[in-house]
């Protein structure tokens, strides 16, 4: 008889839970390997005088569950190498929170022929005692697998395989970065046995339960779960005729300045380096994201699922270093692969729009750096330093003609402007930074002269230009002599 590997699923508890193929097969068999013996129906066999091995010292010698697996599996392969028909049970059903199974299948299905007998499982037990359809949307997620799952709170979330507190402490936390703390829990143990149990706790107080190997956490559907999901629902009954009226006024003209004092107020937190406060001004940063999205929908133009579509794909295509095979190792390559494939994707657009393609909405330093950038990468540049700095000195001459002749001041000034921001960019400084840097230097030596004029008990509004810089060199005395915080 050619090597076989049955998967047996012993259901949740006593054999009157197993099937009665299942029964059959494990008392005809000569010999039954089970994941372990601290299951219900493994010591009612037991005590049928079946023959079982279980793997229990397995889990005493190996540091972690995969390396426990994995020596289960090289086992299993070890006896159907002799070439005959093996026999291998775990609780529940096969298929379900069953990790030795998907790893039995992947190492040994295409040198040997595994069979799944299905059988009653946990999951079936819980809609029983918590009396719940799993139409209503049911979740299972491992313990190990909460920190990196997308919870929305819409459907059941189930955990099973709770052992003991130090398991049930570490899924409180995960839980609690999603759910409120005050969440219902059910923690329902020995189901289907005579000794089932389920309790019901406040999230926060979930590790305090009594744990063991048939273990599982239950949270039902929760409104409150903080999720992706939820902001984009909650900015729908914003925009709803039940929402708010403010809200239902807008379009995507009117909330252009709100996107823009935003994106502002974003930059302040980090100059600033509050973290608190960057938090939460990225907060109110995506709601203008989810606020336009959630218009764009109402028009049936385009949805938020789109925009994630979009960014995703854009991610995938422009770090094929990353997620594909290209070989790229600095950050100067890295910048010209993006521009080259950003180059490749808008090969169907005019060459002008798709060579100058920075929004125009940026400020006008910003958008002056990235068209100067963009030029010198063709070779229309200057060769060092020395140009641009002769540059701002005709800019600023021709400045100074204007003025006389009081034609083309605006026009001067602004080419004075560019041929600056040149200036930065063959000094590696950012024109826009260094611009904000030297008005927040300003505001805070022109805080600290009428700081020091109201020492004196005297008030600005009555000093002439020349007093008041005698105030301005103490201010930045101090300044320079680390006295000015």
């Given at each position: 008889?050619?090597?076989?590997?049955h998967?047996?699923?012993?259901?949740?508890?006593g054999?009157?839970?197993?099937?009665?193929?299942?029964?059959r097969?494990?008392?005809?068999?000569?010999k039954v390997?089970?994941?372990?013996?601290?299951?219900?129906?493994?010591?009612?066999?037991?005590a049928?005088?079946?023959?079982?091995e279980?793997?229990?010292?397995?889990?005493?010698?190996?540091a972690?569950?995969?390396?426990?697996?994995?020596k289960i599996t090289?086992?299993l392969k070890?006896?159907?190498?002799?070439?005959?028909?093996?026999?291998?049970?775990v609780?529940?059903?096969?298929?379900?929170?069953?990790?030795?199974?998907?790893?039995i299948?992947?190492?040994?299905?295409?040198d040997?022929?595994?069979i799944?007998?299905?059988?009653?499982?946990?999951?079936?037990?819980?809609?029983?005692?918590l009396n719940?359809?799993?139409?209503?949307g049911?979740?299972i997620?491992?313990?190990?697998?909460?920190?990196d799952?997308?919870?929305?709170g819409?459907?059941?979330?189930?955990?099973?395989?709770?052992?003991?507190?130090?398991?049930?402490?570490?899924?409180?936390?995960?839980?609690m970065r999603?759910?409120?703390?005050?969440?219902d829990v059910f923690?329902?143990?020995?189901?289907?046995?005579?000794?089932?149990q389920?309790?019901?706790?406040?999230?926060?107080?979930?590790?305090h339960?009594?744990?063991?190997?048939?273990?599982?956490?239950?949270?039902p559907?929760?409104?409150?779960?903080?999720?992706?999901?939820?902001?984009?629902?909650?900015?729908?009954?914003l925009?709803?005729?039940a929402g708010?009226?403010?809200?239902?006024?807008q379009?995507?003209?009117?909330l252009?300045?709100?996107?823009?004092?935003?994106?502002?107020?974003?930059?302040?937190?980090?100059?600033?380096?509050?973290?608190?406060?960057?938090?939460?001004?990225?907060?109110?940063?995506?709601?203008?994201?989810v606020f336009?999205?959630?218009?764009?929908s109402?028009?049936?133009?385009f949805?938020?699922?789109?925009?994630?579509q979009?960014?995703?794909?854009?991610?995938?295509?422009?770090?094929?270093?990353?997620?594909?095979?290209?070989?790229i190792?600095?950050?100067?390559?890295?910048?010209?692969a993006?521009d080259r494939?950003?180059?490749?994707?808008?090969?169907?657009?005019?060459?002008?729009?798709?060579?100058?393609?920075?929004?125009?909405?940026?400020?006008?330093?910003?958008l002056?750096?990235?068209?100067?950038?963009k030029?010198?990468?063709?070779g229309?540049?200057?060769?060092d330093?020395?140009?641009?700095f002769?540059?701002?000195?005709?800019?600023l001459?021709?400045?100074?003609?204007?003025?006389?002749?009081?034609?083309g001041?605006?026009?001067?000034f602004?080419d004075?402007?560019?041929?600056?921001?040149?200036?930065?960019?063959?000094?590696?400084?950012?024109?826009?930074?260094?611009l904000?840097?030297?008005?927040?230097?300003?505001?805070?030596?022109?805080?600290?002269?009428v700081?020091?004029?109201?020492?004196?008990?005297?008030?600005?509004?009555?000093l002439?230009?020349?007093?008041?810089?005698?105030?301005?060199?103490r201010?930045?005395?101090?300044?320079?002599n680390g006295?000015?915080?």
């Open positions: 008889m050619s090597s076989c590997l998967v047996i699923g012993l259901g949740p508890s054999l009157e839970q197993l099937t009665l193929g299942n029964y097969r494990l008392r005809d068999a000569k390997f089970v994941r372990t013996s601290q299951h219900p129906c493994v010591q009612e066999l037991l049928e005088g079946i023959s079982l279980s793997f229990d010292d397995v889990y005493d010698s190996e972690s569950f995969e390396e426990v697996y994995q090289e086992r070890t006896e159907l190498q002799k070439g005959s028909e093996v026999i291998y049970a609780p529940g059903h096969p298929m379900v929170a069953e990790k030795t199974i998907q790893l299948r992947k190492n040994l299905e295409k040997y022929r595994v799944i007998h299905p059988a009653m499982s946990f999951v079936d037990e819980i809609f029983r005692v719940f359809d799993p139409i209503e049911v979740l997620r491992n313990y190990d697998a909460l920190k799952s997308d919870l929305t819409r459907e059941w979330l189930i955990v099973p395989q709770v052992y003991n507190r130090l398991i049930a402490s570490e899924v409180k936390l995960d839980l999603f759910y409120p703390d005050g969440a923690i329902v143990r020995g189901l289907g046995t005579s000794g089932e389920v309790d019901k706790l406040p999230l926060f107080e979930v590790d339960g009594t744990f063991d190997h048939l273990t599982t956490i239950v949270l559907p929760c409104s409150e779960v903080i999720s992706w999901a939820r902001l984009v629902q909650i900015m729908a009954v925009r709803s005729p708010c009226a403010w809200d239902r006024e379009d995507h003209q009117t252009k300045p709100c996107l823009i004092e935003e994106s502002y107020e974003v930059l302040d937190a980090i100059e600033k380096e509050d973290m608190y406060n960057l938090c939460e001004e990225l907060g109110d940063l995506l709601l203008q994201v336009h999205a959630q218009l764009a109402e028009n049936e133009e949805e938020i699922q789109d925009v994630l979009g960014i995703i794909q854009k991610l995938l295509r422009r770090h094929p270093h990353v997620f594909g095979e290209e070989t190792e600095t950050a100067d390559d890295v910048i010209q993006w494939i950003k180059q490749e994707e808008k090969a169907g657009e005019k060459k002008e729009k798709a060579f100058f393609s920075d929004p125009q909405g940026l400020p006008a330093l910003m002056a750096s990235a068209t100067q950038r030029a010198a990468k063709v229309f540049d200057w060769t330093l020395e140009g641009p002769q540059k701002v000195q005709e800019e001459q021709e400045l100074q003609d204007a003025l006389k002749t009081g034609v001041i605006r026009e001067e602004g004075l402007l560019f041929a600056l921001v040149n200036v930065s960019r063959f000094l590696k400084l950012d024109a826009e930074e260094a904000r840097e030297a008005v927040h230097k300003f505001q805070r030596r022109f805080l600290k002269m700081e020091l004029i109201h020492q004196e008990n005297q008030e600005i509004e009555h002439s230009l020349k007093d008041m810089d005698v105030f301005w060199e201010a930045k005395f101090q300044e320079k006295k000015l915080m």
